[in-house]
Protein backbone atom coordinates (compact mmCIF):
# COMPACT_ATOMS: atom_id res chain seq x y z
CA UNK A 1 0.00 0.00 0.00
CA UNK A 2 0.79 3.42 -0.52
CA UNK A 3 1.76 5.72 2.73
CA UNK A 4 4.12 8.59 4.43
CA UNK A 5 6.27 6.82 6.49
CA UNK A 6 8.78 9.06 8.81
CA UNK A 7 12.08 7.96 9.14
CA UNK A 8 13.36 11.04 11.03
CA UNK A 9 12.87 14.57 11.61
CA UNK A 10 12.45 16.22 7.85
CA UNK A 11 10.87 19.55 6.01
CA UNK A 12 7.29 19.38 3.85
CA UNK A 13 9.35 19.18 0.60
CA UNK A 14 11.09 15.83 1.87
CA UNK A 15 7.96 14.04 2.61
CA UNK A 16 7.23 10.92 -0.35
CA UNK A 17 4.86 8.34 -0.67
CA UNK A 18 6.60 4.60 0.22
CA UNK A 19 5.17 1.56 -0.46
CA UNK A 20 4.58 -0.42 2.78
CA UNK A 21 2.88 -3.90 3.51
CA UNK A 22 -0.82 -4.19 3.94
CA UNK A 23 -1.16 -3.93 8.14
CA UNK A 24 -2.37 -7.41 9.47
CA UNK A 25 -5.34 -7.60 11.10
CA UNK A 26 -5.55 -8.99 14.57
CA UNK A 27 -8.01 -9.40 17.55
CA UNK A 28 -9.53 -6.41 18.84
CA UNK A 29 -7.78 -4.50 16.13
CA UNK A 30 -10.19 -3.71 12.23
CA UNK A 31 -8.63 -2.41 9.21
CA UNK A 32 -9.58 0.47 7.77
CA UNK A 33 -9.70 1.64 4.18
CA UNK A 34 -8.64 5.08 4.64
CA UNK A 35 -10.58 7.39 1.82
CA UNK A 36 -9.80 11.04 3.27
CA UNK A 37 -7.60 12.61 6.45
CA UNK A 38 -7.35 15.96 7.53
CA UNK A 39 -3.54 17.83 8.71
CA UNK A 40 -3.09 18.64 11.73
CA UNK A 41 -1.08 21.42 13.20
CA UNK A 42 0.78 18.31 15.84
CA UNK A 43 1.50 16.29 12.65
CA UNK A 44 3.66 19.60 11.63
CA UNK A 45 5.38 19.15 15.01
CA UNK A 46 5.80 15.08 14.73
CA UNK A 47 7.24 16.04 11.49
CA UNK A 48 9.68 18.30 12.18
CA UNK A 49 11.01 16.21 15.49
CA UNK A 50 9.47 17.88 18.12
CA UNK A 51 7.40 14.78 18.93
CA UNK A 52 9.73 12.69 21.60
CA UNK A 53 7.10 10.39 22.53
CA UNK A 54 6.56 9.09 18.82
CA UNK A 55 9.42 6.39 17.73
CA UNK A 56 10.86 6.41 14.74
CA UNK A 57 9.69 5.28 11.63
CA UNK A 58 6.08 5.69 11.87
CA UNK A 59 3.19 6.69 9.58
CA UNK A 60 1.77 9.76 11.13
CA UNK A 61 -1.57 11.13 10.65
CA UNK A 62 -3.74 11.61 13.64
CA UNK A 63 -7.12 11.18 12.28
CA UNK A 64 -8.90 9.65 9.03
CA UNK A 65 -12.21 8.79 7.87
CA UNK A 66 -12.77 5.32 5.70
CA UNK A 67 -14.34 1.94 5.35
CA UNK A 68 -14.28 -1.63 7.11
CA UNK A 69 -12.31 -3.75 5.02
CA UNK A 70 -11.90 -6.41 8.09
CA UNK A 71 -13.54 -6.04 11.36
CA UNK A 72 -11.63 -8.67 12.88
CA UNK A 73 -13.52 -9.53 16.14
CA UNK A 74 -15.76 -6.26 16.45
CA UNK A 75 -19.40 -6.47 15.57
CA UNK A 76 -18.87 -4.00 12.98
CA UNK A 77 -20.06 -4.90 9.29
CA UNK A 78 -17.59 -4.86 6.21
CA UNK A 79 -18.00 -1.52 4.38
CA UNK A 80 -19.42 0.25 7.44
CA UNK A 81 -18.01 4.16 6.96
CA UNK A 82 -16.29 5.14 10.12
CA UNK A 83 -14.02 7.85 11.26
CA UNK A 84 -11.02 7.91 14.23
CA UNK A 85 -9.07 10.29 15.78
CA UNK A 86 -6.07 10.31 18.60
CA UNK A 87 -5.80 7.80 21.09
CA UNK A 88 -2.32 7.13 19.82
CA UNK A 89 -3.34 7.02 16.11
CA UNK A 90 -0.43 8.43 14.59
CA UNK A 91 2.05 8.11 17.46
CA UNK A 92 1.94 5.41 19.10
CA UNK A 93 1.42 2.97 16.43
CA UNK A 94 0.85 4.04 12.63
CA UNK A 95 -1.66 6.49 11.33
CA UNK A 96 -4.02 8.09 8.67
CA UNK A 97 -1.60 8.71 6.47
CA UNK A 98 -2.12 5.52 4.40
CA UNK A 99 -4.56 3.71 2.19
CA UNK A 100 -5.04 1.27 4.89
CA UNK A 101 -4.94 1.55 8.96
CA UNK A 102 -5.18 -1.00 11.66
CA UNK A 103 -7.32 0.85 14.51
CA UNK A 104 -7.65 -0.30 17.84
CA UNK A 105 -11.28 -1.47 17.73
CA UNK A 106 -12.95 1.26 20.57
CA UNK A 107 -11.12 3.89 18.89
CA UNK A 108 -13.37 3.68 15.35
CA UNK A 109 -16.42 5.34 15.61
CA UNK A 110 -19.18 4.08 12.80
CA UNK A 111 -21.04 6.91 11.44
CA UNK A 112 -23.93 7.48 8.96
CA UNK A 113 -23.79 10.30 6.90
CA UNK A 114 -24.22 12.07 3.55
CA UNK A 115 -21.35 13.78 3.77
CA UNK A 116 -18.92 13.14 0.48
CA UNK A 117 -15.80 11.64 1.93
CA UNK A 118 -13.77 15.49 1.71
CA UNK A 119 -16.49 16.85 3.81
CA UNK A 120 -16.21 13.97 6.15
CA UNK A 121 -12.62 14.05 6.73
CA UNK A 122 -12.98 17.82 8.02
CA UNK A 123 -14.53 17.31 10.47
CA UNK A 124 -13.58 14.98 13.35
CA UNK A 125 -10.62 16.08 14.72
CA UNK A 126 -11.55 20.18 13.82
CA UNK A 127 -15.30 20.03 15.14
CA UNK A 128 -14.99 17.48 18.02
CA UNK A 129 -12.00 19.83 19.83
CA UNK A 130 -14.37 23.10 19.20
CA UNK A 131 -17.50 21.84 20.70
CA UNK A 132 -15.97 19.86 23.53
CA UNK A 133 -14.16 22.95 24.15
CA UNK A 134 -16.97 25.02 23.78
CA UNK A 135 -19.61 22.83 25.09
CA UNK A 136 -17.58 21.13 27.86
CA UNK A 137 -14.72 22.48 29.20
CA UNK A 138 -16.15 26.35 28.50
CA UNK A 139 -19.70 25.24 29.38
CA UNK A 140 -21.04 27.97 27.00
CA UNK A 141 -24.47 29.21 27.49
CA UNK A 142 -26.64 31.29 25.19
CA UNK A 143 -26.59 34.58 25.36
CA UNK A 144 -22.97 34.92 26.78
CA UNK A 145 -20.26 36.73 24.88
CA UNK A 146 -17.46 34.27 23.88
CA UNK A 147 -13.78 35.40 22.47
CA UNK A 148 -12.54 33.17 19.82
CA UNK A 149 -8.38 34.05 19.96
CA UNK A 150 -7.49 32.88 16.30
CA UNK A 151 -9.98 33.14 14.58
CA UNK A 152 -9.14 32.33 11.09
CA UNK A 153 -7.42 28.91 11.81
CA UNK A 154 -9.61 25.66 11.09
CA UNK A 155 -10.95 25.07 14.36
CA UNK A 156 -11.57 28.75 14.88
CA UNK A 157 -13.81 28.78 11.75
CA UNK A 158 -15.32 25.68 13.29
CA UNK A 159 -16.06 27.48 16.94
CA UNK A 160 -17.62 30.12 15.38
CA UNK A 161 -20.03 28.57 13.37
CA UNK A 162 -20.79 26.10 16.35
CA UNK A 163 -20.81 28.90 19.00
CA UNK A 164 -22.84 31.09 16.65
CA UNK A 165 -25.42 27.89 16.26
CA UNK A 166 -25.23 27.92 19.99
CA UNK A 167 -26.54 31.35 20.35
CA UNK A 168 -23.84 33.40 21.90
CA UNK A 169 -21.82 36.71 20.94
CA UNK A 170 -19.25 35.69 19.08
CA UNK A 171 -16.06 37.54 18.85
CA UNK A 172 -13.21 36.26 16.76
CA UNK A 173 -9.44 38.21 16.43
CA UNK A 174 -7.19 38.19 12.82
CA UNK A 175 -4.29 39.81 12.45
CA UNK A 176 -5.23 40.26 8.86
CA UNK A 177 -7.88 42.69 8.34
CA UNK A 178 -8.57 41.04 5.08
CA UNK A 179 -9.95 38.16 6.75
CA UNK A 180 -12.35 40.21 8.38
CA UNK A 181 -15.35 39.21 5.46
CA UNK A 182 -14.49 35.39 5.94
CA UNK A 183 -15.02 35.40 9.62
CA UNK A 184 -18.14 37.35 9.68
CA UNK A 185 -19.34 34.69 6.46
CA UNK A 186 -19.08 32.15 9.48
CA UNK A 187 -20.90 33.50 12.08
CA UNK A 188 -18.11 36.19 13.90
CA UNK A 189 -20.70 39.34 15.67
CA UNK A 190 -17.60 41.32 15.91
CA UNK A 191 -14.15 40.92 14.70
CA UNK A 192 -10.83 41.94 16.74
CA UNK A 193 -8.07 42.94 14.75
CA UNK A 194 -4.55 41.48 16.87
CA UNK A 195 -2.54 44.28 15.96
CA UNK A 196 -1.35 45.41 19.39
CA UNK A 197 -4.46 47.46 20.33
CA UNK A 198 -7.25 44.52 20.67
CA UNK A 199 -7.69 45.28 24.53
CA UNK A 200 -8.74 49.04 23.59
CA UNK A 201 -10.68 47.69 20.79
CA UNK A 202 -12.56 44.80 22.90
CA UNK A 203 -13.00 47.28 25.53
CA UNK A 204 -15.01 49.60 22.78
CA UNK A 205 -17.43 46.85 22.21
CA UNK A 206 -17.50 45.06 25.47
CA UNK A 207 -16.11 47.04 28.42
CA UNK A 208 -16.95 44.44 30.88
CA UNK A 209 -15.09 41.82 28.88
CA UNK A 210 -16.03 38.35 27.08
CA UNK A 211 -17.68 35.70 29.63
CA UNK A 212 -15.39 32.85 27.80
CA UNK A 213 -12.46 32.75 25.73
CA UNK A 214 -11.41 30.10 23.46
CA UNK A 215 -7.44 30.68 23.57
CA UNK A 216 -6.01 28.51 20.06
CA UNK A 217 -2.98 30.77 19.94
CA UNK A 218 -1.45 29.04 23.04
CA UNK A 219 1.06 30.89 25.79
CA UNK A 220 2.04 33.71 23.52
CA UNK A 221 -0.93 35.27 24.07
CA UNK A 222 -2.19 33.52 27.04
CA UNK A 223 -1.67 36.57 29.64
CA UNK A 224 -2.98 39.11 26.68
CA UNK A 225 -6.39 37.50 26.71
CA UNK A 226 -6.87 37.25 30.67
CA UNK A 227 -6.81 40.99 30.23
CA UNK A 228 -10.00 40.42 28.17
CA UNK A 229 -12.00 37.91 30.00
CA UNK A 230 -14.82 38.93 32.36
CA UNK A 231 -14.27 39.16 35.96
CA UNK A 232 -15.45 35.10 36.80
CA UNK A 233 -15.02 34.32 33.61
CA UNK A 234 -13.47 31.00 31.95
CA UNK A 235 -10.45 31.05 29.95
CA UNK A 236 -9.72 27.60 28.03
CA UNK A 237 -6.33 26.50 25.81
CA UNK A 238 -7.36 24.25 22.85
CA UNK A 239 -4.49 25.69 20.54
CA UNK A 240 -1.08 26.47 20.01
CA UNK A 241 -0.96 28.14 17.04
CA UNK A 242 1.79 30.63 18.60
CA UNK A 243 4.26 27.90 18.50
CA UNK A 244 5.03 28.13 22.05
CA UNK A 245 4.53 25.28 24.35
CA UNK A 246 5.87 26.72 27.78
CA UNK A 247 4.95 30.13 29.17
CA UNK A 248 8.51 31.06 31.63
CA UNK A 249 7.88 32.60 34.79
CA UNK A 250 3.88 31.55 35.44
CA UNK A 251 3.18 33.03 38.45
CA UNK A 252 -0.58 32.27 39.06
CA UNK A 253 -1.12 34.79 41.81
CA UNK A 254 -0.32 37.66 39.27
CA UNK A 255 -1.35 36.46 35.77
CA UNK A 256 -4.66 34.74 36.63
CA UNK A 257 -7.45 37.45 37.63
CA UNK A 258 -9.10 36.86 41.06
CA UNK A 259 -12.21 35.35 40.49
CA UNK A 260 -11.35 33.53 36.91
CA UNK A 261 -10.27 30.31 35.55
CA UNK A 262 -7.73 29.07 33.25
CA UNK A 263 -8.15 25.38 31.88
CA UNK A 264 -7.19 23.21 28.76
CA UNK A 265 -9.12 20.85 26.68
CA UNK A 266 -7.02 18.33 24.52
CA UNK A 267 -9.00 15.07 22.83
CA UNK A 268 -6.49 12.17 23.62
CA UNK A 269 -9.76 10.81 24.57
CA UNK A 270 -12.55 10.57 22.31
CA UNK A 271 -15.88 10.47 24.04
CA UNK A 272 -18.54 8.46 21.90
CA UNK A 273 -21.37 10.49 22.89
CA UNK A 274 -20.45 14.00 22.61
CA UNK A 275 -18.67 12.82 18.89
CA UNK A 276 -22.59 11.68 18.70
CA UNK A 277 -23.82 14.92 20.00
CA UNK A 278 -21.32 16.81 17.63
CA UNK A 279 -22.11 15.16 14.63
CA UNK A 280 -25.93 15.43 15.12
CA UNK A 281 -25.27 18.90 16.03
CA UNK A 282 -23.50 19.54 12.87
CA UNK A 283 -26.43 18.16 10.84
CA UNK A 284 -29.19 19.65 12.29
CA UNK A 285 -27.51 23.04 11.81
CA UNK A 286 -26.41 22.29 8.46
CA UNK A 287 -22.54 23.62 9.15
CA UNK A 288 -20.88 23.36 6.27
CA UNK A 289 -16.60 22.09 7.00
CA UNK A 290 -14.42 25.13 6.10
CA UNK A 291 -12.43 23.31 3.82
CA UNK A 292 -9.48 25.32 2.84
CA UNK A 293 -7.74 23.12 0.02
CA UNK A 294 -7.74 19.39 -1.20
CA UNK A 295 -5.10 17.37 -1.90
CA UNK A 296 -4.37 13.71 -3.05
CA UNK A 297 -1.89 11.65 -1.44
CA UNK A 298 1.15 12.33 -3.72
CA UNK A 299 0.70 15.88 -2.30
CA UNK A 300 1.51 16.07 1.34
CA UNK A 301 4.58 17.82 1.12
CA UNK A 302 2.33 20.48 -0.80
CA UNK A 303 -0.23 20.20 2.02
CA UNK A 304 2.10 21.00 4.80
CA UNK A 305 3.11 23.56 3.31
CA UNK A 306 -0.33 24.77 3.21
CA UNK A 307 -0.50 24.26 6.89
CA UNK A 308 2.91 25.61 7.64
CA UNK A 309 1.98 29.11 5.63
CA UNK A 310 -0.99 29.88 7.92
CA UNK A 311 -2.98 30.52 5.26
CA UNK A 312 -5.25 27.75 4.77
CA UNK A 313 -8.41 29.43 6.67
CA UNK A 314 -9.84 26.12 6.71
CA UNK A 315 -9.35 22.37 6.89
CA UNK A 316 -6.53 20.54 4.67
CA UNK A 317 -7.99 17.69 3.35
CA UNK A 318 -6.48 14.78 1.56
CA UNK A 319 -7.70 12.26 -0.39
CA UNK A 320 -6.59 8.88 -0.72
Known sequence: MRAIVLEKPVKSNELKVSNVPIPKVMPGWVLIKVKAFGINRSEIFTRNGLSPSVLLPRIIGIECVGEIVDSSDSSMATGQKVISM?????????????EYVLIPTQQVYPVQTDLNWEEL???PEMYYTSWCSLTDTLKIKQGETI?????????????????KA???????????????DLLRRHGADCIL???????????IEFPDG???ILELLG????????GLLKQGGILCVSGILGGEWELEKFAPMDFIPSGSYLTIYDSKIVNMEKLADMLDFVKVNQLKPPIAKVFILEEIAQAHELMESNKACGKIVVVV
Open 166 to 180: LKTTVVATTRNPDKS
Open 147 to 163: LIRGGTSSVGIASIQLA
Open 121 to 123: AAI
Open 193 to 203: IDDGTIKEQMQ
Open 219 to 226: TKTLKSSF
Open 210 to 212: ADK
Open 86 to 98: MGGLGRDFDGGYA
